[in-house]
């Protein structure tokens, strides 16, 4: 079954609460926090997220493009995060392996992103250890960018780690995915879509969520 992960980038921050109700047929609430040193732009944070808490029970799936996310990772648990992504580029291999370790043992599901440059075996170290694996289909940073079909061999090969290594960890993507790209990333093996620019630009947003859906 095909999960969609409602962008709350593409929300309007200043009726954040008026607009995570809209999506809430949707599984899970996709939340991106930018440092503005992993990426070029800066959302929201710790504070943020803690009020987006106490505002809904979806399961909260917070994004971190934030360079040594380790240094974050408990704050954000406690914050009320269910799943957190990691950037692999965000640190060394050794420090990514202890942040997702702490990330585990405050209960929290654990996923791995791959910006674009990336390749999908670098995932082999930690693949056992993950409950997801996030992969970029644009460049992170913005909302309402292009998809990059290119990414598609990246999702595929993705996929077939996953099915040998740890058949249960889900393949989540993000960045361009619209009724028209959504298809074509499932066919690859993707089991989560976010989608912030196509589900907040519809009309009809729980129809969008169906939609993409498929
Ligand atoms: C981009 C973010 C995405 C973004 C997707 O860096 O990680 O989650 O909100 O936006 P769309 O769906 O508009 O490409
Ligand atoms: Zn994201």
Do not use: W
């Not at 393949?171 to 009724?179: F, R, T």
């Amino acid at each position: 079954m095909i999960k969609i992960a409602p962008s709350i980038l593409s929300a309007d921050f200043a009726n954040l609460e008026r607009d995570i109700k809209k999506v809430t047929s949707a599984d899970y609430l996709h939340v991106d926090v930018m440092d503005g040193a992993f990426v070029p732009n800066i959302t929201i944070g710790i504070p943020v997220v803690k009020s987006i808490r106490a505002c809904t029970d979806m399961f909260l799936d917070i994004h971190l493009m934030v360079d040594k996310p380790g240094r974050y990772v408990e704050a954000f648990a406690k914050a009320g995060a269910d799943m957190l992504s990691i950037h692999l580029e965000a640190d060394h291999p050794a420090h990514i392996a202890q942040a997702l370790k702490i990330i585990g043992e405050c209960g929290v599901k654990r996923a791995a992103a791959l910006r674009p440059i990336t390749k999908a075996d670098a995932l082999l170290p930690y693949i056992e250890q993950l409950d997801m694996v996030l992969v970029m289909t644009v460049e992170p940073g913005f909302g309402g960018q292009a998809f990059m079909h290119s990414q598609l061999d990246t999702i595929r090969r993705a996929r077939a780690i996953i099915e040998q290594y740890n058949p249960a960890c889900e393949l989540e993507v993000d960045g361009g995915i619209a009724p028209k790209t959504a298809p074509l990333v499932v066919e690859a093996g993707a089991n989560v879509l976010v989608a912030g620019s196509a589900v907040y630009g519809a009309a009809d947003i729980p129809g969008a969520i169906a939609a993409l859906r498929g």
